[in-house]
């Protein structure tokens, strides 16, 4: 089978040469070291990427730039990591979130067959009574919305370039905001 990635360009960031191994649900996966997750997992033919987090739809790769929740999977215990700008690194391990029990047969696809029964903010009206069945609807739509499932042993700041690029956003956005008001 030849190689489904795109033909060698003089831009390109991939060294096609150096071949990594990352691991996604327990089947190993190659890519190239320079590429990103997302496209080492196209390149191994997966085409859902999560599901979305109300009607539990697949979605695919979209935008490749970050912008999008299309992507977002567990990369090496971290949820809802933007696969498409994530490069990989050998031996990352990375599994899909917000779906049971499988990217492909997700049970809670269900759902989308009662779309017309669920409109807009149908459980704050729906659920209201009787008041003391709340905790338990509220039990089952919290484990039903929601898209990563944070991992309770990892210390916080783990990934510093997230903490990073958070802080940057922030004072970014200060400087912005103070220097248009002419301060």
Not at 5 to 19: E, I, K, N, T, W
Not at 69 to 81: A, E, F, I, K, Q
Not at 134 to 150: D, S
Request: aromatic share 8%; glycine share 8%; hydrophobic share 35%.
């Amino acid at each position: 089978m030849s190689d489904p990635r795109l033909p060698a360009h003089p831009a390109q960031l991939v060294d096609r040469a150096r071949r990594v191994t990352i691991d996604f649900e327990g089947r190993p996966i190659p890519a190239c070291e320079g590429e990103s997750v997302a496209a080492a997992l196209y390149a191994a033919g997966i085409r859902i990427f999560s599901r979305g987090f109300k009607y539990h739809r697949p979605r695919g790769l979209l935008c490749c730039a970050g912008r999008c929740p299309n992507c977002l999977m567990n990369v090496d215990g971290t949820p809802s990591v933007r696969t498409c700008v994530e490069p990989v690194r050998d031996g990352m391990r990375v599994r899909h979130q917000n779906a049971w029990p499988t990217l492909e047969r997700d049970l809670f696809s269900v759902i989308d067959k009662f779309d017309r029964l669920l409109p807009v903010g149908f459980y704050y009206k729906t659920f209201i009574h009787p008041r003391r069945l709340w905790p338990a609807y509220e039990w089952v739509l919290r484990h039903l919305a929601g898209l990563g499932e944070l991992d309770l042993e990892r210390t916080p700041g783990a990934r510093g370039e997230t903490v990073q690029r958070a802080s940057a956003r922030r004072s970014c956005s200060w400087m912005t905001s103070h220097s248009s008001a002419g301060r």
